[in-house]
T-cell receptor, first 114, second 112 residues
Framework: GAGVSQSPSNKVTEKGKDVELRCDPI?????LYWYRQSLGQGLEFLIY????????KSGLPSDRFSAERTGGSVSTLTIQRTQQEDSAVYLC????????????FGSGTRLTVV | GQQLNQSPQSMFIQEGEDVSMNCTSS?????WLWYKQDPGEGPVLLIA?????ELTSNGRLTAQFGITRKDSFLNISASIPSDVGIYFC????????????FGKGTRLSVIA
C-alpha cells in the first residue's frame, strides 16, 4: 500500500485479556519497527525486524510482549495478560533499509486496558 | 540506555513568531532527525541530518546537527496555526540498522 497501515486504530480490552495488533508495512520496506508512546512520553522502542535476520527484541518490556513478522511483510504485536500500564499508542514504522533514511510511521493503535 | 533530552517540553506562541527547540545527548549520534506528530497520527519526518555541523532547511524549518554530534536544534520561522503538534527529535547512535532513539517531544501550541 501507499503507507504503513495499522489495525485496529482503537482497542479497548479488559485487564488480563490478550490482544493482537497488526502492522502492514510499505511494500518493499525490509525494516519494520514497533514503538510504544505512553501519555506525555516519547517513543519507546520495542522490537525491530530486518529482512530475514533474527529480530532485535531488546526493547520489549516483559515476556508478556511478543511480535512476529510473517513472510517479511505483515507484523503482529501480541500482548498477553494485559495490564493497565500497557495502555498506550502502539506505533509501527517501516523503512527501506535501516534507520538512516528515517521511518514511515503508521497512525498507531490506541490500546486502553480497563 | 541512550537518551535524548529534548526541550522545552511545551511552548505557547503567537502566530508569526519564530520557534526554537533543541535536543541534547551525553553520547554521540551519527544521524539526527526531526519529526512532527499531529493528533491521532504517527510522526512524520521533517528533516534528516547526517553530518556534524550540517545545517538544513525545509521551507520555514531549519535544523542543525551539532558539531560535537551530541546535539541538534530545530527552528520554525513565522509560525502558523498548522504548526501545532508535537515535535520529536530522534537520533541513530551507530551506523547500520540500530533503531532510532527518540526524545520526549516538544508540544507546540500556536495562538492566532
Amino acid at each position: 500500500g501507499a503507507g504503513v497501515s495499522q489495525s485496529p486504530s482503537n482497542k479497548v480490552t479488559e485487564k488480563g485479556k490478550d490482544v493482537e495488533l497488526r502492522c502492514d508495512p510499505i511494500s518493499g520496506h525490509t525494516a519494520l519497527y514497533w514503538y510504544r508512546q505512553s501519555l506525555g512520553q516519547g517513543l519507546e522502542f520495542l522490537i525491530y525486524f530486518q529482512g530475514n535476520s533474527a529480530p532485535d527484541k531488546s526493547g520489549l518490556p516483559s515476556d508478556r510482549f511478543s511480535a512476529e513478522r510473517t513472510g517479511g511483510s505483515v507484523s503482529t504485536l501480541t500482548i498477553q495478560r494485559t495490564q493497565q500500564e500497557d495502555s498506550a499508542v502502539y506505533l509501527c514504522a517501516s523503512s527501506v533499509q535501516g534507520a538512516i533514511y528515517g521511518y514511515t510511521f503508521g497512525s498507531g493503535t490506541r490500546l486502553t486496558v480497563v | 540506555g541512550q537518551q535524548l533530552n529534548q526541550s522545552p517540553q511545551s511552548m505557547f506562541i503567537q502566530e508569526g513568531e519564530d520557534v526554537s527547540m533543541n535536543c541534547t545527548s551525553s553520547s554521540i549520534f551519527n544521524t539526527w532527525l526531526w519529526y512532527k506528530q499531529d493528533p491521532g497520527e504517527g510522526p512524520v519526518l521533517l528533516i534528516a541530518l547526517y553530518k556534524a555541523g550540517e545545517l538544513t532547511s525545509n521551507g520555514r524549518l531549519t535544523a542543525q546537527f551539532g558539531i560535537t554530534r551530541k546535539d541538534s536544534f530545530l527552528n520554525i520561522s513565522a509560525s502558523i496555526p498548522s504548526d501545532v503538534g508535537i515535535y520529536f527529535c530522534a537520533g541513530q547512535p551507530n551506523s547500520g540498522n540500530t533503531p532510532l532513539v527518540f526524545g520526549k517531544g516538544t508540544r507546540l501550541s500556536v495562538i492566532a
